[in-house]
């Protein structure tokens, strides 16, 4: 009887000393990260609460109100913009992770194949957007003005011999009008809810130097915390390394 009643305090304590972390994630693969690591954080007194969104405005918005701890669905450009957008002052805590942006298409095998007036439909956010542009300049399906500029937009394409006609929209919704277009560039997260294979099915896709590494972000007055800490290193474990590996086989890639 005594060593339940002890074992029981010693639960009790954990719980009244457990630290909790509310963190907003995109459902794949960053939610699937985070749960991963959630039982390694609960051993080490820290209580990780995972909020799925499937946008890019909202986790920035309730991080920067203090209605959530962190959020981890951005690259650190993004951010960058959204900052200096909303004069917000978010922070970046770790980078985990690259999520090769690609461009799909239900009607072509091949960026070649694309005909003359095509529809192609890109993010509508700055920085996704400027990056769907960057990459098919590199694939030399355009040409912009700028090809090292991440804010670039569709007014500076200075070369466009298709006369492709390109569309914005938000970019989780891209892969419901997949089958409605020629061309969609594709964040890879989305591409991966929507069953697309982005080694298999991307016409084109980022590189492993891409500068769009996913990160942690969280306030300037919580990210030092003792429990933020911990989320950190756990991002960075080897097991986290291998999970990313073995679960997406290359479509998302270990950024440490």
Same mark, same amino acid.
């Given at each position: 009887?005594? /060593?339940?009643?002890?074992?029981?305090?010693?639960?009790?304590?954990? +719980?009244?000393?457990?630290? !909790?972390?509310? %963190?907003?994630?995109?459902?794949?693969?960053?939610?699937?990260?985070?749960?991963?690591?959630?039982?390694?954080?609960?051993?080490?007194?820290?209580?990780?609460?995972?909020?799925?969104?499937?946008?890019?405005?909202?986790?920035?918005?309730?991080?920067?109100?203090?209605?959530?701890?962190?959020?981890?669905?951005?690259?650190?450009?993004?951010?960058?913009?959204?900052? &200096?957008?909303?004069?917000?002052?978010?922070?970046?805590?770790?980078?985990?992770? #690259?999520? $090769?942006?690609?461009? @799909?298409?239900? /009607?072509?095998?091949? #960026?070649? =194949?694309? $005909?003359?007036?095509?529809?192609?439909?890109? $993010?509508?956010?700055?920085?996704?957007?400027?990056?769907?542009?960057?990459?098919?300049?590199?694939?030399?399906?355009?040409?912009?003005?700028?090809?090292?500029?991440?804010? +670039? !937009?569709? /007014?500076?394409?200075?070369?466009?011999? &298709?006369?492709?006609?390109?569309?914005?929209?938000?970019?989780?919704?891209? $892969?419901? %009008?997949? !089958?409605?277009?020629?061309?969609?560039?594709?964040?890879?997260? @989305?591409?991966?809810?929507?069953?697309?294979?982005? =080694? /298999?099915?991307?016409?084109?896709?980022?590189? +492993?130097?891409?500068?769009? %590494?996913?990160?942690?972000?969280?306030?300037?007055?919580?990210?030092?915390?003792?429990?933020?800490?911990?989320?950190?290193?756990?991002?960075?474990?080897?097991?986290?390394?291998?999970?990313?590996?073995? &679960? @997406?086989?290359?479509?998302?890639?270990?950024?440490?």
């Amino acid at each position: 009887m005594k /060593k339940l009643l002890a074992v029981v305090a010693a639960v009790a304590a954990f +719980s009244a000393h457990a630290e !909790t972390l509310t %963190v907003a994630a995109t459902p794949v693969p960053h939610a699937e990260i985070l749960n991963f690591v959630k039982p390694q954080l609960a051993k080490e007194g820290v209580e990780l609460k995972v909020k799925e969104f499937t946008d890019y405005i909202q986790p920035n918005v309730q991080v920067a109100e203090k209605r959530l701890d962190a959020n981890f669905f951005q690259h650190q450009p993004y951010l960058d913009e959204f900052n &200096k957008a909303k004069g917000t002052d978010l922070k970046s805590v770790v980078g985990v992770h #690259l999520e $090769p942006l690609g461009a @799909y298409s239900s /009607k072509y095998k091949t #960026l070649n =194949e694309l $005909p003359d007036g095509a529809t192609v439909v890109i $993010p509508n956010d700055a920085t996704n957007g400027g990056r769907a542009l960057l990459l098919l300049d590199k694939a030399g399906v355009i040409a912009l003005k700028d090809n090292k500029n991440i804010l +670039s !937009t569709v /007014k500076d394409i200075t070369g466009n011999d &298709k006369k492709l006609k390109f569309r914005e929209l938000e970019a989780a919704t891209i $892969p419901r %009008v997949l !089958t409605q277009v020629d061309l969609a560039l594709i964040n890879t997260n @989305y591409a991966l809810e929507a069953k697309l294979n982005p =080694e /298999k099915d991307a016409l084109v896709i980022e590189g +492993s130097d891409s500068p769009y %590494v996913n990160i942690l972000v969280a306030r300037p007055d919580n990210m030092g915390s003792d429990a933020m800490n911990k989320l950190k290193a756990a991002l960075h474990s080897p097991e986290v390394k291998q999970f990313i590996m073995e &679960k @997406y086989k290359g479509a998302v890639v270990p950024a440490f």
